[in-house]
């Protein structure tokens, strides 16, 4: 039976189909950066596959073993040295694909033999133990949809930047793995640890101290991202999810946890992820405040008259989002988006709102307010509470976007100085 | 209803010991959705760690001076040293020249709270953390490669290069937790408190 199956499928494909997919793929790839909603841009481009006007008249190639994108999608993240960005303004809903999830490593992605990771837990123990990757799998397992965002996740400067360069740092998986209290529970904490420092197996051996508390609370070991294994941009094979709290506390890579009385004041907590407020140096911000961007329409969309669904994804590293509002008259009055369920605690939440756009050139702008009643702030009321050389961290302002008489989408960039 | 289900309505007795098969079967009856109330004290995966493999991981220095190896270190040694390994990144004297840029950061600076560039002189807290974090990571093209002893020296150039400590102190154990940063003072933690506070 599957051989003649198989012998069909030859017969039907032949031989030029193939190779012309694959030619086509191939130039596919150096198509330049698209949006899903330059449509036009993309039917002009010539470069595509070689299709047939008619795609019932031509027996496609059969399954594979891995899947690929559409050649159509040219969806990608923006890499520099340091880190990439997350292409939000290509994104239909709130779980992002993991190899479009933002990066930030300080020196590199390690390889590492699943076979011959251990991570260690010792301190103040009853029993310092190493586990294997297969042993922290045999745990009873947990899976949790939450954002993971950088602390350092706020850009501006020109008109011209999109929701990716904006805040391109921040990415949602559905996470699974073990419960840090299960893993501690295992090797007994002494009542005297109060912070627990976490240790990756990269080339910078990152540290960063975390309050014993988050480990009580909803911490967790992860080791499969969007049910499959983590990407080594990621952590693979095990990382460190602290729900809500600074990217650069999740330590990828974990390899080594010791509990202590005192945090251990590392460079990654002193020297940088820290701002300054008024005369002082503000450290040890760990959650993340509520934030909230439109990604449609956003640069370099265009937006036609008529109705018009104002799209984009608000968090919060307190709790649930409890409303999103819109404006369309540059912030003169808001109203309620709608929310997509689920609200998921500590997770990016999809909002939309119906805007009928009568060609006015206006600008468009949403903020949130969280479970715990805080409202998404402008630059400037960022700027009163923290003085104006504001850093580059825990930056969460609200973002506007203008639209032009002929529907052109330009980024509101503020200044406060 | 299917036949299975009748079956196991029917006979209780076979229920319990049908558990196992059943699991995965619809029933009236609601099964409590956590095992938490199962759970083993401890379920006994992983092996106790030995001394030997807690000692060549745990490289970590506290402020309180926790972590901080045998070994000592001078200036002169450490200048010697950071002209061979580390200012082709860092600079040759770690201060940032206008309108260069540097593979790593500044270094050495200004210690006044204000001024930039941020280096060790007017933005890190601790001594402590500086050997910490340049034993583990630099030079950031041989990680891991430098000498305890390397690492007290480069640690009392730096500080001496920023007019922290005198020419002539030799930096170990005893003494590097002692010493008092400028910026130390400007560090406050946290204050923000969630609610509807801008912090």
Known sequence: MEKSGNKDQKVATGKISRRTLLGGVIAAAVLPVQSLFADEKLAENSILPEIADDPTKTVGPGPSPVGKRSPFEQSVRKPSDISSRTPLQDLHSTITPADLHFERHHAGIPTIDPAKHELLIHGLVENPMKFTLADIKRFPSVTRTCFIECAGNFRTGKAEMTPQDILGLTSQSEWTGVMLSTIFNEVGISDKAKWFLAEGSDAAIMTRTIPIAKAWDDAMIVYAQNGEAIRPEQGYPMRLLLPGFEGNMNIKWLRRIELSEEPYMTREETSKYTYPVKDKIRMFSFELDARSIITYPSYPQKVNKGWVEIRGIAWSGRGKVEKVEVSTDAGKTWQLANLQEPVLSKAHTYFRYLWDWKGEATEILSRVTDETGYLQPTLAQLAEARGVNLGGYHMNPITAWQIKNDGTVLFKPETIK | ?199
């Open chain 2, 1 to 199: 209803m299917n036949k299975k289900t009748v079956l196991i309505l029917a006979c209780p007795v076979m229920l319990l010991l049908m558990s196992l098969k059943t699991a995965f079967m619809p029933m009236k009856a609601q099964l409590p959705l956590t095992d938490s109330l199962k759970r083993p004290a401890k379920f006994g995966f992983g092996r106790p760690a030995t001394a030997q493999e807690i000692a060549a991981w745990d490289i970590d220095v506290r402020p309180d001076g926790k972590g901080l190896p045998a070994g000592q270190g001078d200036v002169k040694k450490g200048r010697v040293l950071y002209a061979q390994k580390c200012a082709m990144c860092h600079g040759v004297d770690g201060i940032e020249k206008p309108g260069v840029k540097l593979p790593g950061n500044a270094l050495v600076g200004d210690t006044s709270a204000t001024s930039k560039p941020k280096t060790i002189g007017n933005y890190w807290p601790y001594a402590t953390t500086l050997f910490d974090y340049m034993r583990r990571a630099m030079p950031y093209n041989m990680p891991g490669s430098l000498s305890n002893d390397e690492v007290y020296s480069i640690t009392a150039y730096l500080l001496n290069a920023n007019k922290i400590i005198k020419a002539d102190v030799v930096l170990d154990a005893k003494n590097l937790y002692k010493v008092v940063m400028p910026a130390k003072k400007l560090f406050i933690m946290d204050d923000r408190k969630g609610g509807p506070e801008i912090k």
